[in-house]
């Protein structure tokens, strides 16, 4: 029988999860093993979501640095700049609505990142965006002129590297069927999106020991 690592070889804090399921959810098992640590943030972080917003938008999406070495990458100060930008433009949305309409269902803004390197050296992030489905229920076309998910996602992508915004063009990616409504009484969607997901808790390709967080998620 294959040994299994019960610990992370270059993270001993961490442990390893190599079985299909987590807390009743299926995972993306030919990616395993997975770090239980980043499951369990992703769940919870997915579930206080759930308790706030009857329905929740969920859309997971990469960002990516230019090629050349313009933008410093060795730390965080990127991603969180990013996070800060992308809650104001979507709660400045949210406003923008109240006052043309006279109401607006407001949201939460939760999220959950990992940061890896790709075989050229170069990192990227995975995000995970969590909103109420009230309020958004849709990634929009992409197209960064346009008020929409999409194009508030780019522009923040934009503002964090403090770039034009027309020189990060393709520096943000969103996969096929990126995008899951979820809810309690759907379990059949909350799976599909948890196997998803799990994709960013995968051991592969995550680089420890430089001061770099590896993974965020927001709080309460």
Not at 101 to 125: F, I, K, L, M
Not at 138 to 158: C, K, L, P, Q
Not at 167 to 173: A, C
Request: aromatic share 10%.
């Amino acid at each position: 029988m294959t040994h299994q690592p019960k610990r992370h070889p270059d993270n001993s804090n961490l442990h390893l999860h190599y079985e299909s399921t987590f807390r009743g959810l299926s995972v993306l098992t030919r990616h395993a093993p997975f770090i239980t640590e980043y499951l369990e943030g992703i769940h919870e972080t997915t579930q206080l979501a759930l308790r706030a917003h009857r329905q929740v938008f969920a859309v997971r999406f990469d960002l990516h640095f230019p090629d050349d070495d313009s933008v410093p990458a060795s730390d965080n100060t990127v991603i969180s700049r990013f996070v800060d930008s992308l809650t104001f433009r979507i709660q400045s949305a949210r406003e923008r609505s109240r006052r043309l309409n006279g109401t607006a269902h407001q949201t939460d803004v939760r999220w959950c990142w990992v940061r890896e390197v790709g075989r050229e050296g170069r990192p990227h992030y995975h995000f995970v965006l969590l909103l109420n489905r009230d309020a958004f229920n849709t990634v929009g076309y992409f197209d960064s002129a346009r008020e929409n998910t999409y194009g508030r996602i780019h522009a923040a992508w934009a503002s964090a590297l403090r770039m034009p915004i027309d020189d990060t063009n393709g520096l943000v990616h969103i996969p096929e069927n990126a995008g899951y409504h979820l809810s309690q009484d759907d379990p059949a969607e909350m799976d599909r999106y948890f196997v998803r997901v799990s994709y960013l808790c995968k051991a592969a390709t995550k680089v420890y020991g430089n001061r770099c967080r590896v993974f965020g998620c927001s709080r309460g």
